[in-house]
């Protein structure tokens, strides 16, 4: 592993990703131990993709977490899938976390509700009630966070939960994951989290290996921090830290 700052912006490297998910997973439970030590409950929100597997795997292997003093979350997800589509982020979730350990709550967004913007409302009314303390997340390729990409992405938005389309790089990114055949099978709307929404969270954890992230990587720790770079603004954050593989370094 090796470590450098950027900004206020940690950044640690590892060879590999699953070195890069289990050092990740030590160090989002060490956080989860230190604030339950302190306080009643903790308040996690998840991001889903192909890129926290190893995060996710990692995670859910650790001893000794109490799981049931935790509120899970999760951070977007696509509007009108069908309830049982292996898509949809609630249902990646799902599988490799949310079923797999004992949380005190998890709380989905439904991208299927009959008034989408009362959802956003029920939600923000949800993350209220419950002050986020832990995010972990990914980066897009478009340097995305959350469903927040550049023609979207507001570093001030007053919204906390809102409804976006998804620009082609977004899209595109979802069939180079394989999560879809082809993008004209993928939504083109989306429900997310917004910017301050994840920014106001005390800690942060952004895992982003693989070779398809170097440029996004690039420009998250290179490019002027600007909502044309959406991942940029976590070289503002006071307590963040983005874990990256090799792949990922490459164009560093």
């Known amino acids: 592993m090796t470590t450098d700052k950027v900004d206020l912006l940690r950044v640690a490297q590892f060879d590999d990703r699953p070195a890069m998910g289990k ?3 030590d160090a989002v439970t060490a956080k989860i ?13 998840f991001a889903a993709a192909p890129s926290q597997n190893e995060f996710l ?12 003093r935790i509120n899970a979350f999760h951070m977007d997800e696509y509007i009108g899938l069908p309830k049982d589509a292996p898509q949809r982020f609630g249902q990646f979730l799902n599988e490799r976390l949310f079923a797999n350990v004992p949380f005190r709550s998890v709380n989905y967004l439904d991208g299927n509700a009959a008034n989408i913007q009362e959802e956003c409302l029920r939600y923000t009314d949800l993350l209220a009630h419950h002050p986020t303390d832990i995010v972990c997340m990914g980066i897009g390729e478009n340097c995305h966070i959350a469903f927040n990409d550049p023609h979207v992405a507001d570093f ?5 939960v809102k409804v976006v389309d998804l620009d082609l790089a977004c899209r595109q990114q979802q069939v180079n994951d394989g999560c879809f055949a082809e993008l004209e099978a993928v939504p083109t709307h989306a429900l997310t989290l917004t910017i301050p929404a994840l920014m106001a969270a005390p800690f ?17 720790l290179n490019a002027e921090i600007s909502p044309q770079y959406p991942s940029t ?3 503002t954050h006071p307590d963040a830290t983005l874990f990256i593989d090799r792949e990922s370094a490459n164009l560093l």
Do not use: Y
């Open 57 to 68: 795997e990692a995670l859910v292997g650790q001893a000794g977490i109490e799981w049931e």
């Open 204 to 220: 942060i954890f952004c895992m982003v290996p693989g070779s398809n992230k170097a440029a996004a990587v690039r420009h998250t």
């Open 156 to 160: 001030n938005d007053d919204a906390k």
């Open 33 to 45: 131990r230190e604030l339950l030590s302190q306080q009643e409950t903790v308040n996690m929100i």
């Open 23 to 25: 050092v990740a997973a």
């Open 233 to 235: 603004i976590l070289r």
